[in-house]
């Protein structure tokens, strides 16, 4: 009864040590593993000695390869095969290139100036080849970069790690086995990548087709489902090919998240709770497991050969892997900065450490001091400073674009189009499944959810965007689902379409909340004339030579109700338009004008709108007579 009080101990004490460094980190934004390495090295036997993790036995090797599974699992489902596709030649090339370099690099260092012998140097390249999600996810968090490094960055992250465990146990046989043929260890790589991606393919379909299918089942049960289902892939990889099926969780979960699972949403939700759970007791275990007298026995020589990785070898993998790409050279340093290692490698080197010694080879202790060395430098030198290197070399967006906007109406999808057309991200939101494919049907990115779930909006990528619209058809709706986001995240534009009241009109100066086109926008009425074809998609540039006559002449139709004002340009760049926003010479309108002309008469005039709607100079705009327009008193017009 001691013995298992005793372990049941040292799992509490891991599990409360953990939850209180992701509590801390969060408060004071930085990376939760650097918090996760100081508890777990103060908790353990070099420390104060209350966590003892030799006592779990083989259950802490039972842990840390089912703790893995799911954090590759998660990091496989989050990535964005969108985004990836804007730079998979660079990415291919640095989980394959890369891997090949970081190997030849870190041993030549590890044998030159921590002298290793050679097998044990290519050990120890082959354990820091990888570069973590599990630090690499929550650094992106805290600093602000441009996407395509962020998903560059991420994409390495979590395709690199099966690689680099693969790797690494090809290394570890080939010298327990004596055996140096190269063939053999480069098919033994290629078996175990091969029979886990298909593995990982086959079961990430089969989860995805049962989740779309098994409407009987609430999304509780769909979420233990895909548990069970990740774990039973890692393990059937596992029974065929050792150290396979790390890769079939990555696969599994690149292929369920592109299957648009319903209720996918819930399911990423569960799956990013236990990945934070299994990383904070992880890193707490393992690093309470870590011989501080060991890391200092490694002398300099073992300083000097994470340094090479740090600014030698790693800048050679970026630029080799770069080399043809679009990235700037920026962007490039960044990237050759940034390589904190992570979970698997500390893992591993711990496994490989008791592996060793076990067949009586030395340098198991010493392998997992300098891989812990590598995190430790890694993770402090470059995860505490990546904010401050990301603003020095100007690579965080200056403004943000995009849009997440809530309703999918007409108008609303017609505003989004318009800004996918200019490149920009567009996420809409809707609780409605039928109006949500209208949406889809447009080619849009849609959640059918609800919009005051805050996962919802943080799904969405509001965090990242330059504009929330609430734009439903219930105006006092859109007002609080516009508060809610401004609240929460603190977008830079945060616009809703809601009645003019004076009550709002007063929270509306407290808050970052703007009505959105108009004070007065009769939201029905332009859904209405979307519907029935009634409209031209116009646009106007404001010169300054007869600028207030353009003016009172674009301000009279929207008094009339018969222009809405969508977007406004301005300096080459693109808002949707904020009611209240006083106009300068040199803005170009984007306005939708109501063309009341029958259907009929329209199709027999050659000016049918079965077409999408493009824009275009309207001469009902902008040939307009002085003489009607010297009649028009700006004065009696309201500022738009």
């Known amino acids: ?107 030549m260092a590890a044998h030159w100036l921590g002298e290793f012998p050679w097998p044990i140097a290519f050990l120890f390249a082959s354990l820091v080849v990888v570069t973590g999600p599990t630090v690499i996810s929550p650094l992106l968090k805290h600093i602000n970069v441009e996407r395509q490094v962020a998903t560059l960055l991420e994409g390495e992250g979590v395709l690199i ?19 140096a043929d190269p063939l053999i260890a480069i098919s033994s790589l290629f078996m175990r990548l091969s029979i886990g991606g298909a593995i990982g393919a086959a079961g990430g379909w089969l989860m995805a087709f049962i989740c779309k299918r098994a409407s009987f089942l609430s999304f509780e049960v769909k979420n233990l489902v895909v548990l069970a289902g990740l774990w039973g892939l890692f393990a059937l990889a596992q029974m065929i090919r050792s150290e396979s099926g790390l890769m079939a969780t990555v696969v599994a979960g ?76 920026r962007q490039k340093l960044f990237l050759s900065w940034v390589a904190p290692r992570g979970i698997v490698s500390a893992s591993v080197a711990s496994l490989f450490a008791i592996l ?32 401050w290197i990301a603003k020095w070399l100007q690579i965080s967006p200056k403004e943000s674009a995009g849009a997440v906007i809530v309703g999918c109406n007409p108008l609303s ?64 709706v859109n007002f609080v689902l516009a508060q809610r986001a401004a609240e929460e995240f603190n977008p830079p534009r945060v616009l809703a379409v809601f009645p003019r009241d004076p009550q709002a009109n007063n929270s509306t100066s407290k808050t970052k909340v703007n009505q959105a086109f108009l004070s007065d926008l009769q939201i029905k009425t332009w859904n209405q004339y979307l519907n029935d074809e009634q409209v031209k998609l116009g646009i106007s540039t404001l010169k300054e030579n007869g600028f207030s006559l353009q003016k009172v002449q674009l301000q009279a139709l929207i008094r009339t109700g018969e222009l809405v004002p969508l977007f406004l340009e301005r300096d080459e760049k693109l808002q949707i338009m904020p009611a209240g926003e006083p106009w300068q010479a ?42 009607k327009l010297s009649q028009l008193s700006a004065s009696d017009v309201p500022a738009p």
């Open 1 to 107: 009864m001691e013995a298992s009080f005793e372990i049941t101990l040292q799992m509490v004490i891991a599990v409360v040590a953990g939850i209180s460094a992701q509590v801390l980190a969060a408060y004071l934004r930085v990376p939760s593993i650097v918090f996760l390495l100081l508890f777990g090295i103060l908790l353990g036997s070099d420390g104060i000695g209350v966590l003892h993790p030799h006592l779990l036995g083989t259950g802490l090797e039972v842990i840390v390869a089912l703790g893995t599974a799911i954090i590759l699992f998660e990091g496989g489902l989050s990535l964005e095969l969108q985004e990836l596709n804007k730079v998979s030649t660079s990415l291919q090339l640095l989980v394959t290139l890369g891997t090949l370099i970081t190997l030849l690099g870190g041993s």
């Open 161 to 179: 790690d099966p690689v680099g465990a693969i790797l690494a146990v090809v290394v570890l046989n080939t010298i327990l086995n004596d055996n």
């Open 254 to 329: 690149l292929v369920f998240g592109a299957a648009s699972v319903p209720e996918e949403r819930l399911l990423r939700h569960f799956k990013g709770q236990l990945t934070i759970f299994c990383v904070s007791v992880l890193f707490i275990l393992l690093a309470a497991d870590l011989s501080i007298a060991s890391v200092f026995a490694l002398g300099w020589g073992s300083l000097f050969t994470v340094l090479a990785l740090m600014f030698v070898v790693r800048p050679i993998n970026i630029l080799l892997c770069t080399w043809n790409s679009e990235l700037n050279w």
């Open 356 to 387: 060793l010694t076990e067949h009586g080879i030395n340098g198991g202790d010493a392998i997992k001091a300098l891989v812990f060395l590598t995190i430790i430098m890694t993770v402090f030198c470059q995860g505490l400073t990546a904010g």
């Open 413 to 476: 999808i017609l505003i989004a189009r318009l800004l996918q057309e200019r490149g920009e991200p567009v996420v809409m939101i809707d609780t409605d499944q039928e109006a949500s494919q209208k949406a889809q049907a447009q080619n849009l990115q849609v959640i059918t959810s609800s919009a005051l779930d805050a996962n919802v909006l943080e799904e969405a990528g509001l965090a990242a965007m330059g504009t929330f619209l609430a734009m439903t058809k219930n105006g006092e």
């Open 586 to 627: 040199g803005d170009r309108i984007i306005y939708l004008l109501h063309d009341p002309r029958p259907n009929l008469l329209k199709r027999l005039s050659g000016g049918s709108q079965s077409t999408r709607l493009s824009l275009e100079k309207l001469p009902e705009v902008e040939e307009v007579p002085i003489t």
